[in-house]
Every structure is written in C-alpha cells, then in structure tokens.
C-alpha cells in the first residue's frame, strides 16, 4: 500500500458510505499532509482491519470526509514471529522498536535482563511502556501496515522462558567462545506457528538466563561475524526470518 495511513477505532461508515476523520488522525491529514479530494488514503483499526477510501473533501483544519466502500481484513501472517527485547539504554529502545515494526515484526516484548543497565520501575517504567507502543503505532502508520506489532507488557526471565516454552521455533542470540552457537541462517525453521527471537542486552545473556532458555527449549543462534548493538540484531535477524520463511516472497 502506497497511500498514507490513518488509524481509526470504528470503521463503520456513516449513512452514503462517508466516513469523517476528525481528532489528531484527520489534524494530521488535512493540515500535515494536505490531502485534497480525488486522493486515497487507507483507514485501519491496527489489528488487521482496514479500508481503502477516496478524500471527498477536507474541512477546516482537522476534518477530512472520505467515501468508505468495502472494509477488508488482512490475514494472520505465518509464521508470526515475536522478538524479545532486552532494554538498551537511552531512546535505543524506540529505534529497535521502529525498526522492527517496519521490517514486518508480530509482537515485541520488553525484557528487564540481568544485564540491563537500564531499568523500568515505576512511573517510569509506565512511561517508557508508552513510548515503545507510540512509536509502534507510528512506525506502523509510516511503514503502510494495517496489523501493528504487539508490545507486550516488561516481562521477567522466567516469563521470557514461558513464551519460548510455547514457541513453535525459540531462539536465543548469543555467541561466545565457550558456547556452540547455530547460524541462524541455516536454522531449520516452522511454516506456521510461532517465532520467538531473544536479542540480549549489550552486556550479553548472563549464563543462568541461557540455561533458563535452553531448558524451555530455545538454542543459541549467532546472526554472523560481527558484533551488532542490541538496538539493531533484533532487526536484522528479523529480517532475516521474515525473508527465509517466505513472509517477504
């Protein structure tokens, strides 16, 4: 999809097919981008919902009336693949999190690791939650996708072993001289099901955080020859996911 993305929590349409687009969303239409009649833009709920629409007419400065025909659904992709985050430091929780959602990722779970020098508690913690589910709203909104990413409440290593336990394929990026370490990229990997990927902090998964994994059944996976920022091998082994089980064919 090429035309610019709103999101809206009801996609029903008003008597004639016309919807309004009003708030912030249709602020940002008419007065960001300028929309005029004849144009098209795409209504979505985030979750897989949406509708293609013709501008009708902007109004003011944050009404935009468009004609909403047919609303459609986009299916579930498979395999869904969910990346657990550790917490980087500074706003480079927010960049792993926009690169993930453009890149195509299902689900994001915060993960306070070890070895985390940053820490949510509190207000904080709160705060930070939000801004990690803004940016995936908005990168979603960028990127052109109708099903946004899951950010998941800031879950413990043991919560984090729960999900891998359930998961169709668990992996774990870590690689060090005392530890066999599988390429992901020749990992053997499901159709369907569920994907769930465990990117550490920048201190790396402490040894009894590993074994915790690997007795739920993940394994080590190296992504290659370099060492990546935990802000970046989310999104690069995401990638490379996505591309070997035929998402991005």
């Known amino acids: 999809m090429t035309a610019p993305v709103f999101v809206v929590e009801d996609l029903r349409a008003a008597s004639g097919g016309q919807y309004v687009l009003e708030g912030p969303e249709g602020r ?12 098209e833009v795409v209504l979505t709920d985030g979750a897989g919902r949406y509708a293609v629409c013709e ?3 902007a109004e003011g400065k944050d009404r935009l009336v468009v004609r909403m025909d047919t609303v459609a659904e986009e299916p579930v992709p498979a395999p869904r693949i969910t990346v657990v985050q550790a917490l980087p430091k500074g706003d480079r929780g927010e960049v792993a999190v926009e690169t993930m959602t ?3 990722v299902d689900g994001i779970v915060p993960w306070q690791a070890a070895r985390c020098i940053t820490q949510w508690k509190g207000d904080r913690g709160l705060r930070s939650l939000a801004k990690w589910r803004a940016t995936a709203r908005e990168a979603g909104k960028q990127s052109r996708r109708v ?5 998941a409440d800031a879950a413990t290593t043991r919560q984090v072993a729960a999900l891998l336990a359930e998961a169709d394929f668990a992996a774990v990026l870590h690689s060090d001289f005392e530890h066999d370490s599988a390429p992901l990229a020749t990992a053997e990997l499901p ?7 465990v990117v550490g902090p ?3 998964v402490a040894r009894d955080e590993l074994a915790l994994f690997e007795e739920a059944g993940a ?3 190296t992504l ?3 060492v990546m920022r935990t802000s970046t091998a989310g999104t690069a082994a995401a990638s490379l996911l996505l591309g070997r089980t035929g998402r991005w064919s």
């Open 28 to 39: 940002h239409a008419v007065s960001v981008k300028r929309l005029a009649a004849g144009e």
């Open 147 to 151: 099903r946004f990413p899951e950010v």
């Open 55 to 57: 501008v009708i007419a």
């Open 202 to 204: 920048e201190g790396g």
């Open 224 to 226: 290659g020859p370099t």
């Open 191 to 197: 159709a369907a099901g569920r994907i769930v990927l």
């Open 102 to 104: 453009e890149v195509g």
């Open 219 to 221: 394994r080590a996976y």
